[in-house]
């Protein structure tokens, strides 16, 4: 089966002024009619093209009848980040018309269904209607499902229009619905008729074409949020304890379905894990404490509120050296603040989270793969080094669908750290202690409640404690437990995974991100190199930093740190880290909500090095 | 039936009692905490318990000091105010084959701890939880505590305007499967009940009247030993019959005494007192406690039990091989498995 | 009444090598065993002989039965720092026995209860023993009480052997049980005997005496967490909220003893206030939330832990723009820490309390004066600006006893901010707007519950908001309203108190210090300029700081930041202040749960300004 | 006894009923929060209330959104999720002449919320606590409430093991002194219930099953409008009489209906439906609720009601002036008090 319409067949695409495989969508409906779900076959059916495409969820929070908006993206180059700029947009819903008919690029394209009665003011754009409720009525669509298919009258519409296969479209839909036909042929029916009415009825245009390209199928669709748990599930996590909340459930609800199937003991059958949903962020963490200490592979994932009220059990599993794993899918803060709007807010707090002098631990995911592999290997991190391990993802990564390398299985064994068990205590001719520093690392050796070693037994506390775990407030012994903490603590930059580093010779512009930006930084420093300035780039992937972010620093004239928040979070920690170089640190934040966009990036760099 | 060929000192599990001690107290002379504590060693030491295969939990307190002072042999977290059931839930699953006992007063339960409380009642976790109740809180200097009752009178406090929390009745309410209360001056009960809750698979709620001796010991006080001594009302006799002797028991079968089979096969005997009393009747139990907050008077005894709920272990299906002692082929799944979920992904 | 023994009114006190007034005594003995109002007595009595005098309480996280110093320093130039040395020692507790007789510095002097069977094994200092409990055993002392009382012996005997005016002990007694005469009579009765028995059976010694002075008239003995309670009670403090903990409880019960004092209501008899005991801090704060935001001047109280607890609250109070005062009587973390020392290690947490883009603005006493002006000025600055105000005292400064200028009734009435009743609203044309910054400075007009104004009613919330407090997701409004709190944030700036500078002509070297670390701070310069080494001085008051703190840092070559925490806090806030100036910078920690001593800020300075 | 010069859309207090409602509803079509929202403007505008003398108060959720949906000219705080008592609570202290309404979800009841929901109802606060109650997590789309039924399944989230908790029974646990259950499908009698607990001095507790539609409204789910309608058993019909208007009760004065006065002098007429039942006695309370429990019926109606217990702000005896309106002189002691008491500092 090929598109309804003949005339899309004809590779006369390239002509003048067209943009092939690169403009950006936005659909405006919404949320809670079903949109998502023509949203998501849309972009499957392009990546099926073998197409690089992202799309970027904009939504309200709440469950039902707000405006919400989808903005998918074309780019031949691979380009993923939002751009500011949509060439076409869709209009499903009365209460954002005017919005969405305004933020049409000049010289684009809008379309809106027949049954929004409103006129329409601008001439510098093409605008078409379309039936969307006479083709799901003429549809032999059962009522109760005819308001959600008839979001899939644009996904047809748009096809037709600018040439998306319907073969892909149906392999998308075949994929949605797990096979099952019914569900399949009546969206599939109501997108066909669209397209062969828009063939019959619209005007055909050729500014903006899809046309199939081979540049996907290296790549999987997925989301942050689902990677972490499957990285998770493969780091052999034993204990998952978790609140709801936006936009950390969808991580929790994914352990919900991958756990039952891919770990159930290969001996007896049985689960090799559990996960709880606690009664709040407190319990949650301090379930995780619980586990972590009895050792287990124990983590929670939460977002910014949920991160606050986990400070007095950070401080507990920071200063009793219990491993634990923490998620941070950041959204927008202070407080409840935009719980539907991305966001790197978190850092400094978590940085130093906990009363009294605590340094922590942060890793920091900067493509949806890197959850997965964040997923396991932050395990490894909180066992070797007994300490919480902080992942700070954000909304855009855990929650949006991202084409991405595929899952790499862990490379290396699980490293369970410094453990040891009956027959260890029996080898020992010296007595063990719990926080002793026997290897001048910092890191001490831990034994697990199970071990039945009559010496193996101690009694945890976040109150002063000796090397043998006893309670103490002797000064000394205080300071001495300090300095040992402070010793592993620049331990852990060895075990740290590197900065990712692009310094070509001679670029004195350097530039430092992480996280989820990455996609707009690569796109930004293209534009920059047109406009003939070379940048070098750091992602950073993880605090406490390496010898290498130093140098990248000491090796170039200006550092641009870019970041979501509000005050240069980043920037404020490699100041601290290293004051003598912030002279040439220039920290750049945007922190409205939306995802960062290249030419903003761009502009900005500009300004400053014109 | 002792074991002829073992020295008098030492229990069935070849171990003497001082192996069940702990440090020194550093609770106040004469502390109500001190003699629980003494109780629970006695009754871990006579149960022929290994204490390898406890654990201690507690939270903040000067009750929740007292697992220092038991059980040296016993791993235990000490954790914070107010958050010990959540620390235990997650230890728990570490080693479930492990029995807990967790110490806390009533501050660290009924006020800061009153959520914690409920919901690790709720998921039934296999626990023995001795809430040390004093009214007030020991170790910040005698401060009110949610249970103490109202009208209590403390220096540089005043007059405490609020009706008392009574954590049994709490208990009750959120189904707690094992719930008792008893009094610190009553030593014989208490070391019985421990030893029965020790028996009890689930949830078991200690509510102990522990004098604090320092902040809250007048007479009229009803948290202080005068008071206690003065209004005890046992509603039975409690004997813990252990596994072995069940020979023993055949005497006490009379309409007098209740007779209660654990799950791990011991018996508890409750002998009638006063009026005939069924623990496994919840509205009894409720009566029972609204009917002593009324005439004011310390009941103790077992208030309620049910053995036939599943723990919260039990819920999750885990295998017999303790979580923590799982090896990574049983932890990370094989590779072809992650080939087929990235085919998936789209 | 003069002292028992003749000996003593002979002025020779002055002979070669004597140390008068000028030397520091430390008593061991067991907690819970009345110690305390023994050491409070002698104090006293050096105090009304107008002695400068500072005493260090030294203890336990136990109620009874551990060992537990007390540390008197006799100061004739007005140090009331902690000195390391201790020239006579008291021992009562065998359980201290041997720490407290290696601690006596050579040739001082250690005295020792003999029911204390232990032989002594130096010979470098004198050791005497006396009769505690045959002294009180001989006095017709009840039986219940004699243990209590046992530990007046060793005012008696140190009395006699240093020259403590035994009028002055009397009515330090009077004082203490408040003119009870049954207690006075019982304790001074065997202080008296003891100071009998010493002259008639112990060698009178020259070494170390005190002798009147007028230096303490102009002072007040108290303690730092009376000082706040009754600042906030002459602030106005409608309601305080509090969960116990130390060492913040005796702040709250200090109010419950002044408030039902001063604060009946002149008109009806009632009580302006109300303190309520919370069920933990999350509630405390919670109320002090509600309390602010209902138009009370609303504070709670507590310590590390607590702030933990707080810390989502935090994020509320300061993104709704809540005026609230929290006092964070700081003790040494992380996490339960040690309970009972003192420490400045929640600066860094308090500064960025709250996930998302938070700043705090912190209030830092340094003397207990101090912590009653901070006590009423707090909640002007709070009503000022809108936004919770920390105040970050710590145990030394809040528990201990110090001599200290007398309270100062506020200058100034009371700042309410801006603040629309009905009749404001009546008078005004265009519409107000929770959050519209008419002044330009960041600070809106707030209306308080109760307004009967149709117009004056607003739904406060921690989620984005407008102008007018409706909810929005919109970016702009995000950032627009971001960009307002940091302007707020820098008009703080010129409400915060000023630093004290001490900056004589052609100084290089500055030392940068605050709270209780002051007095050490002034006799280590002292001790510096002894060394010719002269110093300036700026002791913070206030986070964010004023354009003289960056003078402060211009104008020195080298500036030394000293602070008890482990990571050098407000170096690292300094740093973020001024990265450009951090070269000159160092900083000095101490962090061990004793309160600083000058030598040893001394030794460190003079280290690297050799 | 209308008053003939006033228009007929408009109360006693002069006000239309706009003047009752809020913003637009956000929530989903069919929501039961909306109904219920429905039925406090309703109640509001027919009790003559002047919304400046109310107050709204929420936490976190789906309900704790719906205050912004009535009651425009109320004073408002929109707190954090499971806080709202701590926050009701302060602010209840700034002007305690005005009445709270209290809306809160079962996730931010009885699960985050637990600790804050047992205190403030220990405290009395005078506030009426609407639990909107759907066995689910609405705004973060579904997931289990501690208050979802055993066995309830749910998309994502599997089977709840665990048994719920009941809000009326913690209440009564905690000595509320007005406890009621309702039902969103039941407009009537939760604006009945409203409405007497609009006119109680103290806490009122107010468990209304409010199904979401979106989420747990599965006909067999015990929180969804079908069930509801199917299991709904009212203790009693409910009738709320205001001051004015007592003539009108005569009639009923007889032996199947109980007439409960208020201490506005209001009074609540409750008619017998099945047994008699007396919301006045504790145990049958108990009793109701347990039984209710195990027969897996939807009791509603007024369940506890006791009227005599002071209310937080009575026991803190504050000035009738409202705290937050006292001027500098009643608040700052005078000059001569700080010199005595530096005198006293020795
Ligand atoms: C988060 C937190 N808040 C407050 C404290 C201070 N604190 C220590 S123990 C305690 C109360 C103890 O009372 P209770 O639980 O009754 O134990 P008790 O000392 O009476 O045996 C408090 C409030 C703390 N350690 N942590
Ligand atoms: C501290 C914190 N944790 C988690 C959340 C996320 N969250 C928002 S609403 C909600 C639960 C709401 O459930 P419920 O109270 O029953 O209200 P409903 O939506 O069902 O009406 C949660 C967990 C939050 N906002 N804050
Ligand atoms: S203060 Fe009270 S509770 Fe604490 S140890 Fe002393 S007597 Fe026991
Ligand atoms: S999700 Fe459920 S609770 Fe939330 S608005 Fe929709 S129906 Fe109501
Ligand atoms: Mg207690
Ligand atoms: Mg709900």
């Avoid at chain 2, 479930?96 to 009924?110: F, N, P």
Wanted: some cysteine; glycine content about 8%; hydrophobic content about 35%.
């Amino acid at each position: 089966m090929t598109s309804a319409s003949p005339k899309v067949t004809e590779k006369d695409g390239l002509s003048a002024g067209a943009m092939v495989n690169d403009f950006s969508i936005t659909v405006g409906t919404m949320n809670g009619s079903g949109s998502q779900t023509s949203n998501l076959t849309i972009i499957r059916a392009l990546f099926k093209m073998g197409i690089p495409v992202s799309g970027k969820n904009v939504f309200p929070s709440n469950i039902q009848g707000l405006p919400t908006w989808y903005t998918i993206r074309v780019s031949k180059d691979g380009y993923l980040a939002r751009r500011d700029d949509q060439e076409i947009v869709i209009a499903m819903n009365p209460d954002s018309f005017g919005k969405d008919l305004a933020s049409v690029t000049p010289g684009g394209l809008f379309l809106y269904a027949d049954h929004l009665r409103f006129d329409v003011n601008r001439d510098d754009i093409r605008v078409d209607t379309f039936p969307a409720k006479d083709l799901v009525r003429k549809s032999d669509t059962p009522n109760n499902l005819r308001d959600y298919v008839a979001n899939m009258a644009y996904v047809g519409v748009l096809s037709e229009l600018i040439g998306i296969d319907l073969d892909a479209v149906y392999s998308a839909l075949d994929f949605h619905f797990d096979g099952k036909q019914k569900p399949i042929d009546i969206n599939f029916n109501v997108i066909r008729d669209a397209a062969v009415w828009t063939a019959e009825n619209l005007r055909p245009q050729e500014k903006f074409r899809v046309e199939p390209m081979d540049a996907t199928s290296e790549y999987i669709l997925t989301d942050g949020n689902t990677a972490a748990a499957l990285g998770a599930v493969y780091g052999g996590v034993q204990l998952m304890t978790w609140y709801p909340i936006t936009p950390a459930s969808s991580l929790g609800e994914a352990m919900n379905i991958y756990l039952p199937r891919l770990r159930k003991d290969p001996e007896t059958g049985k689960n090799t894990f559990a996960v709880i949903q606690a009664e709040d962020e407190l319990a949650a963490i301090g379930m995780a404490v619980g586990g972590g200490w009895a050792g287990l592979r124990a983590m929670t994932s939460t977002s910014g509120p949920g991160i606050s009220l986990m400070t007095e059990f950070a401080g507990l599993a920071y200063y009793s050296e219990t491993p634990i794993v923490v998620w941070d899918i950041q959204r927008m803060g202070p407080s409840t603040g935009l719980p539907t709007r991305t966001s790197q807010g978190d850092l400094t707090q978590v940085y130093f989270l906990g009363h009294g002098d605590t340094q922590n631990l942060m890793l920091l995911p900067g493509s949806v793969n890197e959850c997965f592999e964040f997923g396991w290997r932050a395990f490894d991190l909180a066992e070797q080094l007994q300490a919480p391990v902080y992942v700070l993802s954000d909304l855009d990564l855990g929650m949006n669908t991202w084409m991405t390398q595929p899952f790499r299985y862990p490379e290396d064994p699980m490293q369970r750290g410094k453990v040891l068990w009956e027959e260890d205590l029996e080898k020992r001719s010296e007595r063990w202690g719990r926080y002793l520093d026997e290897d001048g690392d910092g890191i001490t050796y831990r034994t697990l409640p199970g071990n039945k070693h009559p010496a193996s037994a101690w009694f945890a506390r976040g109150t002063g404690h000796d090397e043998y775990a006893r309670y103490t407030e002797d000064p000394e012994d205080w300071d001495r437990n300090m300095d040992r903490l402070r010793r592993k603590y620049e331990t852990a930059r060895d075990f740290m995974p590197d900065p990712v580093i692009d310094a070509p010779e001679g670029v004195s512009v350097g530039i430092i991100a992480y996280g989820s930006t990455d996609p707009a930084i690569a796109e930004s420093r293209d534009l920059l190199a047109k406009e003939g300035i070379a940048t070098s780039y750091m992602r950073l992937r993880a605090v406490p930093f390496k010898q290498a972010v130093r140098e990248f620093i000491e090796n170039h004239d200006r550092i641009y740190v870019i970041e979501m928040n509000h005050s240069g979070q980043m920037h404020q920690i490699l100041t601290l880290e290293y004051p003598h170089l912030s002279e040439k640190m220039v920290s750049l934040c945007h922190n409205n909500g939306l995802p960062l966009a290249a030419r903003w990036i761009a502009d900005q760099i500009m300004e400053q090095e014109r | 039936m002792a074991d002829s060929r073992r020295p008098s000192n030492v229990n069935e599990a070849g171990l003497n009692k001082n192996e069940y001690r702990g440090a020194p107290t550093t609770l106040c002379a004469g502390c109500g905490h001190n003699s629980i504590s003494n109780q629970i060693i006695a009754a871990c030491f006579e149960m022929n318990l290994i204490p390898e295969n406890l654990l201690k939990f507690s939270g903040i307190g000067c009750s929740s000091k007292s697992p220092t002072y038991f059980l040296n042999r016993t791993f235990g977290f000490n954790s914070l105010h107010g958050r010990m059931p959540s620390v235990a839930t997650g230890a728990v699953f570490g080693d479930h084959s492990l029995k807990a006992i967790a110490v806390s007063g009533d501050g660290d339960t009924a006020s800061i701890g009153m959520g914690q409380f409920k919901h690790v009642i709720r998921r039934n976790l296999n626990m023995v939880y001795i809430v040390e109740n004093n009214g007030v809180y020991g170790l910040t200097k005698g401060q009110f505590s949610a249970t103490a009752e109202e009208g209590l009178s403390l220096k540089y406090q005043g007059r405490n305007p609020y009706e008392p929390i009574d954590i049994c009745v709490e208990a009750l309410a959120a189904n707690a499967t094992f719930v008792a209360r008893s009094f610190a001056g009553d030593a014989k009960q208490v070391k019985s009940l421990i030893k029965a809750a020790l028996s009890h698979r689930g949830i078991a709620i200690l509510d102990i009247i522990s004098p604090c001796v320092t902040f809250n010991n007048s007479d009229e006080a009803h948290h202080s030993f005068g008071w206690g001594r003065e209004n005890e009302t046992p509603i039975h006799d409690i004997t813990y019959v252990p596994v072995r002797d069940e020979i023993r028991i055949d005497g006490y079968e009379n309409g007098s005494t209740k007779l209660v089979e654990m799950h791990d096969g011991s018996v508890v005997l409750l002998e009638k007192v006063g009026e005939d009393y069924d623990p496994t009747d919840r509205m009894s139990a409720v009566r029972l406690l609204e009917d002593a907050a009324a005439r004011e008077v310390l009941i103790t005894g077992l208030i309620y039990i049910e053995q036939d709920e599943p723990t919260l272990t039990d819920i999750y299906e885990i295998p017999d091989t303790p979580l923590n002692r799982l090896e990574e082929s049983r932890l990370r799944p094989a590779p072809e498995t992650l080939e087929k979920i990235n085919a998936r992904m789209f």
